[in-house]
């Protein structure tokens, strides 16, 4: 299965601010998706990163509060914008590898303050 | 949309006995079913599935049913090992290119 890196690993942001949350997969990958898990939660899909288009957002995420680029097959970004105390979270990007299976990144655990 | 329900929320075993997660899916055209594995501080493990064209998957310790009919699958764990406590989570689609559907996760754990 694919290697998926994500930068940062954690971080501690103050209100208002935005963080860019990187994520690197080590071979092409047809599919990214990104995830929200907040503390205790299951997971829920913000969006699927389109390469070359705009991502697909799911219901309750907008693009303005998290914008999102892909500029290749390797990789994606997540900005998680203006932020507020309700964003603290685990943030995940996972790809696609063959037909059905998911694979997920370590995450990136924010907290904001 | 699909709504995945997971049982139970936390489970606890001794060491060598067996555990057993249930879940029910909502959405009849669901026809892929992982289920991951995530310990405390990573992010999920994928640590089998199964399609809606096989009733039973085995790997190791590790065994998923599906009955569509019912729409409940299960994950069962055999001679469970102290490094088998993590938390499960099972999931739906159609196919992983389209939404995975969480469960409410269970806490296993598992008592040397």
């Known amino acids: 299965s694919a290697v998926i890196s994500q930068k940062p690993s954690r971080d501690i942001c103050q209100r208002g601010t935005s963080l860019t949350i990187q994520c690197q997969v080590d071979?092409?990958?047809?599919?990214m998706f990104w995830y929200r898990q907040q503390p205790g939660q299951s997971l829920t899909l913000i969006a699927t990163?389109?390469?070359?288009?705009?991502?697909?957002?799911e219901s309750g995420f907008v693009i303005d509060k998290f914008p999102i680029s892909r500029p290749n097959l390797t990789f994606s970004t997540l900005t998680v914008s203006n932020m507020s105390p309700e964003d603290s979270s685990i943030y995940l990007c996972?790809?696609?590898?063959?037909?059905?299976?998911?694979?997920f990144g370590p995450g990136t655990r924010l907290t904001v303050t | 949309g699909e709504n995945v329900e997971q049982h139970p929320s936390t489970l606890s075993v001794q060491e060598g006995d067996s555990a057993v997660i249930k879940c029910t899916y909502s959405?009849?055209?669901?026809?892929?079913f992982p289920w991951y594995k995530q310990e405390l501080g990573k992010g999920p493990q994928l640590i089998i599935d199964?399609?809606?064209?096989?009733g039973e998957k085995k790997d190791q310790r590790i065994a998923v049913t599906l009955n569509k009919t019912a729409k409940h699958f299960s994950l069962h764990i055999t001679e469970t090992q102290p490094e088998d406590s993590a938390v499960y989570f099972c999931?739906?689609?159609?196919?992983?290119?389209?939404?995975?559907?969480f469960g409410t996760g269970t806490k296993l754990q598992v008592i040397p």
């Open positions: 996972s790809v696609g590898d063959g037909a059905y299976e998911q694979y």
């Open positions: 071979s092409q990958v047809t599919m």
């Open positions: 990163a389109n390469q070359g288009s705009e991502a697909t957002y």
């Open positions: 959405d009849s055209a669901s026809n892929y």
């Open positions: 199964i399609r809606s064209n096989v």
């Open positions: 999931a739906a689609s159609i196919t992983g290119y389209q939404k995975v559907t």
